[in-house]
């Protein structure tokens, strides 16, 4: 399933956009436990499109959480862009993320009190930068591409879940992050909507460089992906 499509990285650069060593994450105590992430090693190359499939429960959300910064680990080290994630403060990381990783959530996580292009421009907002009319332009033609640009004046609960999901992808992909993290985003979309989306996840990769590693448990998804790794009980099968 492997295809070749990334741009080869810019010399000086590593190729290297992530990488986990011996990731192992253990939820709960004593009965309750759960070993979610077993000892994971994996890099992520700069300007490819990865996939991870794997069974409910093999760790895949998990995996994406600790890869941005968002949960932390028991053991092991995630590097982004050549910085150990371990080695920053809680303000430090979250300035880190902001400025390098995108997400897109299993379950949207769009605030239910701003209009979808609040929510699109709101890490923009969160990093200071100033809304201008090239901004603004810049989220109306996210939402276009995405098909959802008669909607931006909704609120999330008015917006149907395969519309909240691509205002949720809009909205990681407001920032041009480098490193975009996608938990299922084609999860609620119909095929044709599905194809659109992947397409432009998939172009992002080739044509601006950004490296994407999106979760799926749909096969015809991940062929849109240059590399396709397998989970199964916190680990990489
Ligand atoms: N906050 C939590 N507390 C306790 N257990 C958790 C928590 N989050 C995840 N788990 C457990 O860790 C394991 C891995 O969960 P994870 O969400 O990473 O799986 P997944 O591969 O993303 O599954 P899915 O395909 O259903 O989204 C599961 O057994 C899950 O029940
Ligand atoms: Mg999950």
Do not use: W
């Not at 992909?173 to 909507?193: H, K, M, Q, V």
């Amino acid at each position: 399933m492997t295809r070749t499509l990334g741009n080869p990285p810019p010399a000086g650069r590593s190729m290297l956009a992530a990488g986990v060593r011996g990731l192992t994450k253990t939820y709960g105590r004593g009965e309750a436990q759960v070993h979610a992430l077993r000892g994971i090693d994996l890099d992520l190359r700069r300007g490819r499109f990865t996939a991870i499939m794997g069974p409910s429960g093999s760790g895949k959300s998990t995996l994406m959480h600790c890869l941005a910064g968002l949960d932390q680990a028991d053991g092991g080290t995630v590097t982004v862009a050549g910085t150990d994630l371990g080695s920053l403060d809680d303000d430090a990381l979250t300035v880190f993320r902001r400025e390098h990783v995108g997400f897109v959530f299993q379950s949207f996580n769009l605030l239910p009190m701003l209009t979808a292009a609040q929510n699109i421009l709101l890490p923009l907002e969160l990093g200071g930068a100033r809304i201008d009319d090239a901004t603004t332009a810049r989220a109306h033609a996210l939402a276009e591409t995405l098909g959802v640009a008669d909607r931006l004046g909704h609120r999330p609960a008015e917006l149907s879940g395969g519309q909240q999901q691509r205002v949720a992808i809009a909205r990681a992909l407001i920032t041009r992050p480098a490193l975009l993290f996608a938990d299922e985003p084609t999860g609620n979309l119909d095929s044709t909507t599905s194809a659109e989306v992947l397409e432009h996840l998939r172009r992002s990769v080739r044509e601006l460089g950004q490296t994407v590693v999106m979760v799926t448990h749909d096969r015809d998804a991940a062929g849109y992906a240059d590399d396709v790794v397998t989970m199964q009980d916190g680990r990489i099968a």
